[in-house]
């Protein structure tokens, strides 16, 4: 995904912005899908391509490192649509270029799970009808009205057959979706919740094993925040995103890496654990390294290792973007809204978004891509 640098902002705030809570635990409904049997048993290892779902082309340095990972073990990928892009205007479905990615994916032999993102950190990604044109939603449209329930009901029965044949374990409708519900727009929360319900009842209607639900992101696990506990009433599971980033966009010291990270695992509560985005950047403005890196992602994986609730993790993401795509890609953006921020911390952010693949701009793997490699074959052994 590609997110503006208010939205990167807001995300790193919430890395340490703790919401308010209560101690009761909210649990997930009883389902079929709960227990993801869709997945394959035990873990998979995944990983995601920044932008696009698109495999690189057969005979770069970057397909044969790609296959290498899926030799190994590599078995899972994260996909991320938008609604617009199924669904342009109100019953005129474009679903062939949704269709051939998941094919091509089919044909790689990893299994995705996939992101509908209607809510996408602070902002919606609707069809223009329903958008304000600003992220947010048109004059008069709520999420729970019955047409735009109906609309977006439509809209599943079109793509469940296409998941399912395509071995999706999972369909999410959110990203991060806490940092806008659980800050200035909680008054709609209702109302998502509402939308995500429907979404998986609609879906069960006809996929009953396909899980359905949302990613959120590690800080409203950790603090159960109001929206972790009424999305997890309603969703079969909940994914998350993590990274051991500080609010100042510096990583976090070595030792604190595993510590941190089990603290939302534990907060997560019963059921299986979903990791939509594992990430551990390289950029050295950010205090981290190639070495930071690979350091960084043996830690995660061995706390993965000793936690066998988390059933599914994915790179993010496996290659770098090469220098002239990542100005091009701070452009538009950032714009110009870098000038807003102190130096140093525009800085970070826009190193970070180029510095979080595995494998550098020229297909030569960096050290972190070894760690993956040997984490897809041990953790992946049954």
């Excluded at 999706?168 to 727009?185: I, K, T």
């Excluded at 993590?242 to 595993?258: K, M, S």
Aim: glycine content about 8%; hydrophobic content about 45%; overall charge negative.
């Amino acid at each position: 995904m590609m997110p503006t640098v208010n939205r990167i902002f807001l995300l790193g705030l919430a890395l340490v912005v703790l919401v308010s809570c209560s101690s009761m635990e909210a649990e997930p409904p009883a389902s079929e899908a709960a227990s993801l049997p869709l997945l394959a048993p035990g873990f998979t290892l995944g990983t995601t391509f920044y932008g696009s779902a698109d495999p690189p082309p057969t005979g770069t340095p970057e397909r044969a490192l790609l296959d290498s990972m899926i030799t190994r073990g590599l078995g899972g990928f994260t996909y991320y649509v938008d609604w617009p892009d199924l669904e342009p205007s109100p019953g005129r479905y474009t679903l062939a270029a949704f269709e051939a990615t998941l094919g091509a994916l089919s044909t790689l032999g990893v299994q995705p799970m996939v992101n509908l993102t209607v809510g996408d950190i602070d902002v919606y990604n609707l069809p223009p009808s329903l958008s304000d044109g600003a992220g947010g939603l048109a004059e008069g449209v709520a999420l729970d009205d019955p047409a735009v329930l109906d609309r977006f009901g439509r809209l599943l029965d079109r793509i469940a057959p296409i998941l399912l044949a395509h071995d999706v374990f999972f369909l999410g409708v959110g990203n991060e979706v806490d940092d806008r519900l659980d800050g200035d727009f909680a008054s709609e929360r209702d109302a998502y919740v509402r939308f995500v319900e429907a979404a998986r009842e609609r879906v069960h209607a006809e996929a009953p094993r396909l899980a359905v639900g949302v990613t959120l992101t590690g800080t409203a696990v950790r603090a159960q925040s109001s929206t972790f506990r009424a999305l997890r009433r309603v969703s079969d599971a909940l994914a998350f995103n993590h990274a051991p980033i500080q609010p100042d966009f510096f990583v976090r010291d070595l030792e604190a890496v595993q510590p941190d990270f089990r603290e939302v695992l534990q907060a997560y509560g019963d059921g299986p654990i979903l990791i939509q985005e594992l990430t551990c950047p390289s950029a050295a403005s950010m205090g981290a390294s190639a070495a930071w890196q690979r350091r960084c992602f043996e830690a995660l994986f061995e706390v993965i290792r000793t936690t066998p609730r988390v059933r599914f993790a994915s790179i993010f993401t496996f290659q770098d973007l090469a220098p002239a795509t990542c100005t091009a890609v701070r452009d538009v953006i950032f714009g110009d809204e870098l000038d807003d921020l102190p130096d140093n911390l525009a800085q970070r952010l826009a190193d970070y978004l180029c510095a979080l693949g595995v494998v550098a701009p020229d297909g030569t793997p960096k050290p972190a891509y070894d760690a993956v490699l040997e984490a897809a074959a041990a953790l992946s052994a049954p």
